[in-house]
């Protein structure tokens, strides 16, 4: 195993409806498919279904309607500000949690995988901080060590959520060049956000509101009225007529 | 010299200090995974919420661990209702239950089941009262802790670390949580005749408070806190003896003031740090 030659991924949802025990469908009408390589924006607003997507296809909720086919194991890498910064674990300790799977209980974390994770870390640029405790390191640094954890995971498709809430443009910029890098071995990336300019940076973008509004390029996606759709009355769309910025208070109740 | 020899020659001393070090193994190593996922009170309440079951035990013929079992169980379910079904957030929820259990306790208690000096011993623990099956429920949760803490260290370091993220790391979280409560029950129900229903606490949250204070890493952490939690209980045993206290208080006394010498030696050395 390594954490640099993954095979080729691919996503294919079709129809997709999702919902959370004993309600009604939290998202619905999802499809779209994706190669490896390929950098997805899901762009929406809060409570839009961006998260409930993802855990639709971490399978962790139920799929009521359509399909999910995923060629790739899956990793998902949460907001930092969602990790226990007072826990007692360092950048390497979250780097080996991608391996506690296929640790059999009884046994220690394999040699192998230490060096997968030490890999890891060098990866999204942590090699001189694996003793660093995870709630001493920027948020940046905090972001790369939950991505070197799907690494270990070997996840060739990585449903990121936010994952430049509270990070700064310097480390925005590095994780964007590991972002490229992630894609140039074959890997998909999912990233949640609610920023359209961020949105624009991708290969294509999925925006939701409830149920899928569109998916294809940015620059033919996100027209005025799909982001309308998408946001509704918190929409303002300047001058121009193609930059536009959603208006809405940021919080973690997806 | 005769302060620590004669209580180790007294029998009922001897087997009151193996209850009280057996329970510091599980409370120690307990302890670090409760203050860690931030059950404290919870631990606290489901200790309390044993009172009434612990006075109807003797007057219904009822094993006192059962009854105990019995009433903490109906705590966790009326919780889990009220939190879940009736929306009540999970604080408010544990503090209402823990004052309703107090007051159930003490109704049966003065009113129903007169039980005169006994209910202090309920309470707060007794020296006399350490029987074989309490000898052999301590050596069991001991056990239990120490092979539950190296089989699901890493699902219950995983999911407190990052609860949204554990399940995709291919981590059953939900049965880890089951099984952290499951133990957690039995511990407390095991810590009642050394330490009491009011004073669970001094087992399972001070000794690793502390040593939260003193460790960097989980390894240390739970080999601090089970130390923490031995010399504790020994030494408040032995304080309890010379001084005709009950063990609970005498132990909690000898935890606390060590977690506020630690605390303070932490403050002097590193003033500006904050307290996680």
């Known amino acids: 195993m390594s954490v640099s030659a993954p095979a080729r991924a691919r996503i294919e949802v079709s129809g997709l409806a999702a919902s959370y025990a004993q309600g009604p469908s939290a998202l619905r009408d999802v499809t779209f498919s994706a190669l490896g390589g390929q950098a997805i924006a899901v762009l929406g607003p809060n409570g839009g279904g961006k998260t409930t997507l993802f855990r639709a296809l971490l399978g962790e909720i139920a799929v009521v309607a359509g399909s999910v086919a995923i060629d790739g194991h899956t990793a998902y890498v949460p907001q930092t500000e969602r990790a226990r910064l007072d826990f007692p674990v360092s950048a390497l300790d979250v780097a080996l949690m991608g391996a506690y799977a296929r640790t059999p209980w009884y046994r220690r974390v394999a040699e192998n995988d230490r060096r997968l994770a030490l890999d890891a870390l060098a990866r999204v640029g942590l090699e001189d901080r694996p003793r660093e405790r995870f709630g001493a390191l920027s948020g940046g640094q905090r972001q790369r060590a939950l991505i070197a954890r799907a690494l270990v995971q070997d996840a060739r498709v990585l449903l990121l959520d936010e994952p430049f809430a509270g990070v700064d443009r310097i480390s925005e910029g590095a994780i964007m060049e590991m972002f490229d890098g992630l894609r140039a071995e074959g890997r998909i990336l999912l990233i949640a956000t609610h920023d359209i300019e961020q949105a624009r940076r991708w290969d294509r973008v999925l925006c939701l509101a409830g149920a899928q509004i569109a998916y294809g390029p940015p620059a033919t996606t996100l027209s005025t009225e799909v982001l309308e759709a998408t946001y509704g009355a918190e929409i303002v769309v300047l001058e121009d007529g193609t930059r536009a910025i959603a208006v809405q208070h940021h919080d973690h109740a997806h | ?276």
């Open chain 2, 1 to 276: 010299m005769r302060w620590l020899t004669d209580p180790i020659t007294t029998p009922y001393m001897q087997r009151a200090l193996v209850a009280v070090a057996l329970l510091g193994v599980a409370g120690g190593l307990l302890g670090a995974w409760i203050v860690l996922r931030r059950l404290a009170f919870f631990a606290h309440a489901a200790g309390s919420a044993t009172f009434p079951g612990l006075v109807v035990a003797g007057p219904w013929g009822i094993a006192p661990p059962v009854a105990a079992l019995g009433a903490g169980l109906a705590f966790a379910g009326l919780l889990s209702r009220l939190t879940r079904r009736a929306g009540t957030g999970a604080d408010a929820a544990t503090g209402l239950l823990l004052a309703a259990a107090l007051a159930l306790g003490s109704v049966l208690a003065s009113d129903v089941y007169p039980s005169g000096a006994g209910v202090d011993s309920l309470l707060f623990g007794t020296l006399l009262g350490v029987s074989d099956r309490d000898l052999w429920l301590a050596g069991g949760v001991a056990a239990l802790a120490l092979f539950s803490s190296a089989a699901l260290a890493r699902t219950w370091l995983a999911t407190g670390f990052d609860p949204s993220g554990a399940p995709a790391l291919g981590l059953d979280a939900a049965r880890g949580d089951r099984l952290l409560l499951v133990l957690l029950a039995a511990t407390v129900v095991a810590a009642l005749p050394a330490v009491g229903a009011l004073l669970v606490s001094t087992l399972l949250v001070v000794p690793a408070a502390t040593a939260r204070l003193l460790s960097g890493s989980l390894r240390t952490l739970l080999v601090v806190g089970v130390a923490l939690a031995v010399a504790e209980g020994v030494v408040g045993l032995l304080l309890a003896y010379h001084l005709n206290l009950p063990p609970g208080p005498a132990i909690a006394v000898v935890g606390g003031g060590l977690f506020a010498c630690v605390l303070a030696a932490r403050t002097i050395a590193r003033p500006r740090e904050v307290v996680a």
